[in-house]
């Protein structure tokens, strides 16, 4: 059966992303849409400023924009995707779980609470037995629950997907420095990065993104506590994370430029490395998830790739690329990387995210 979907934020960067998605998906259709007083009340093609570069989908064009509260058509929805800004998320959020909704968000609010999964799908599904365990204990007791599950901040995204399968394989990375070179998507419409200070130049700060690219990589390589019931972060003192974040003129794909060490020795070679990076399977695929990535790291050989333009639509955007693996003197090893930060990073994980649920029977 096809699940109805709500998004939060619809206008928005994400949101607009979330409708593209949500258009062509065999198991969702979109059923209630929300955003500000300002374009509540008018039909979705008058209250957004459309930016995508596929047009705007026909199933989207006269939904009735609604006020984001948990009533209405949102009352109906089996899964709710938030890509609210995070001044108001928290609230609205909150009130939607509240009233027995399924909520997946892209608002940092509730990223560091314990029993919160911080989702990126392709790396830590694993995180969902939380939701699992709390799905199954209410259904025990005859009740429904709602529940809130979160997706990484987009730099994250790019960053965890390549480390998973290589501390899969050869077990911890106790320091890691990365560099990005960040989208001007991922800032946003309203009011995003003007033309004046991103054309032709490079802006060397975004605001509080260092600290969640620091923090949020040891919570998704985290493990579950024993009960399934919350997230065991890696300490600080056994992993060093360093991040340097910038925004750099390009509309779509956060790149970084990571180099990274094992705990363990001997280290593995390059080969090596590159060989655990091109056999990883993500679980959504082995689940059969229609938007799940044939190939989840695209290793690239050429010296001068990944690239924003040409490696972003790699498997729709849930791929993420990976190229110039090689030695680094100070550390094990340095590569580039290259993620979709509205995809992967963003609303293509939320959907994600709920195909694995669909399919694990939590929606
Ligand atoms: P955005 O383009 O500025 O969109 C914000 C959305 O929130 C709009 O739909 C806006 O509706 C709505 N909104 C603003 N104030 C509201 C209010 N008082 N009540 C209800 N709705 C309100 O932002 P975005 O880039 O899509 O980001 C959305 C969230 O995702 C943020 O928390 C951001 O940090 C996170 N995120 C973004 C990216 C990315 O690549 N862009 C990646 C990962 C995470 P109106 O049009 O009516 O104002």
């Not at 899969?168 to 033309?195: C, H, M, N, R, W």
Request: with cysteine; charged share 25%; glycine share 8%.
């Amino acid at each position: 059966m096809v699940k109805k979907a709500g998004v939060l934020g619809a206008t928005g960067s994400v949101g607009q992303r979330f409708i593209l998605l949500l258009s062509k998906h065999p198991e969702f259709e979109i059923h209630a849409l929300g955003a500000s007083s300002r374009s509540a009340g008018k039909a979705y093609k008058d209250a957004v400023s459309w930016k995508q570069t596929d047009i705007l989908p026909e199933s989207a064009l006269n939904i009735d924009v609604q006020t984001c509260e948990p009533e209405g058509n949102f009352k109906e929805c089996d899964i709710v995707f938030s890509g609210l800004d995070s001044d108001v998320a928290g609230e609205v959020e909150k009130k939607f779980v509240e009233a027995g909704l399924a909520v997946v968000s892209n608002a940092k609010n509730f990223r560091r609470v314990k029993d919160v999964p911080l989702v990126v799908p392709i790396v830590n599904p694993e995180h969902l037995d939380i939701i699992e365990n709390k799905v199954k204990k209410s259904r025990a007791e005859g009740k429904k629950t709602g529940y809130l599950i979160c997706i990484s901040n987009c730099s994250t995204a790019g960053l965890v997907a390549p480390l998973k399968p290589l501390v899969e394989k050869f077990g911890p990375i106790d320091a890691l420095t990365a560099t990005t070179l960040q989208a001007i998507s991922g800032a946003g419409f309203s009011p995003g990065v003007s033309g004046m200070d991103i054309l032709d130049n490079i802006v060397p700060y975004i605001s509080g993104e260092e600290d969640k690219l620091e923090w949020e990589t040891k919570k998704i390589l985290g493990l579950l506590n024993k009960e399934g019931t919350e997230v065991v972060n890696i300490p600080d003192e056994k992993m060093k994370v360093s991040a340097q974040c910038n925004r750099v003129p390009v509309i779509d794909g956060h790149t970084e430029c990571i180099s990274f060490r094992f705990a363990n020795r001997p280290a593995p070679s390059v080969e090596e490395v590159k060989k655990a990076l091109r056999e990883y399977q993500c679980d959504a695929l082995k689940l059969g998830c229609h938007s799940a990535p044939k190939q989840t790291i695209h290793v690239l050989e050429q010296e001068d790739r990944p690239q924003p333009r040409l490696d972003r639509e790699r498997d729709n955007g849930y791929g993420v690329s990976v190229g110039r693996v090689r030695e680094d003197p100070l550390l094990d090893f340095k590569m580039v990387v290259l993620s979709h930060n509205t995809v992967i990073g963003a609303a293509g994980s939320g959907i994600l995210i709920a195909e694995i649920l669909n399919a694990r029977g939590l929606i």
